[in-house]
């Protein structure tokens, strides 16, 4: 599978945040700011870091935003410069914008002008925006205390068509499956070990967070 591509525009404590977790789980990361200390400080973190204004489209052009996968304006404070950039970043065909706001009224003109998804200080943070970039099969996680959580993924391809008991999922992944949907908002089904894994279920189980989280970002299960 190709490495995720992500722009993340503006590199404040959120940015860096995000910009810097996104490359540690192997992401190619093209970081833009105006502040030349900024761009210093991370430019070993990340694939690409510019120095420059990301309301400036033949800028975002020539370091390579309309490759990317996901777009994080990152800044939250002026709304002209993030409407701009969400217009950029549509008009060179990034499909899946996500932009900081700082207050409701951000949010609405935000998604009026297109975004995917808007991100609140106060409710979000760069940890949790990174996580939902990185999923590859994690669907939802339930956190139950800072090391355990009820996960409910998509089965992995390799997984399909094994027996529970021959995957040795406890060893590999610290993950204990207690059910399966068909599709999201099923009631949960016991799975029998005896009989394979299907294709197109959903699986659930109780994980150590950190671990599973790890393998899935890394595309490993």
């Given at each position: ?15 860096v ?8 789980y192997?992401?190619?990361v ?7 200390a ?44 993030a ?12 499909p ?5 706001a ?21 409710r ?23 090391d ?69 970002y890394?595309?490993?299960?």
């Open positions: 599978m190709n490495k995720k591509i992500v722009g993340v525009l503006g590199l404040g404590i959120f940015g945040r995000v910009a810097t977790e996104l490359s540690e192997g992401c190619e093209i970081a833009i700011d105006t502040d030349a900024k761009v210093q400080k991370i430019s070993e973190q990340v694939t690409n870091a510019t120095i420059g204004d990301f309301t400036d489209i033949e800028l975002l052009r020539n370091v390579g935003i309309n490759n990317c996968d996901v777009v994080v304006i990152a800044t939250g404070s002026h709304l002209e410069s409407v701009l950039a969400v217009m950029h970043c549509k008009k060179l065909g990034v899946q914008i996500v932009a900081k700082r207050s409701l009224m951000f949010e609405d003109v935000l998604y009026e002008v297109g975004v995917s998804a808007v991100v609140a200080p106060e979000d943070s760069g940890h949790r925006l990174a996580s939902k970039i990185l999923r590859n099969k994690i669907d939802e996680v339930l956190r139950l205390d800072d355990t959580s009820i996960i409910e993924f998509e089965i992995p391809e390799a997984w399909i068509g094994k027996l529970v008991t021959n995957l040795d999922l406890r060893r590999k992944y610290e993950i204990n499956l207690i059910g399966q949907r068909s599709e999201r908002g099923e009631n949960l089904t016991g799975i029998n070990i005896a009989e394979p894994l299907q294709e197109d279920v959903i699986l659930v189980g109780i994980a150590n967070t950190h671990t599973f989280e790890k393998f899935d890394l595309n490993q299960l």
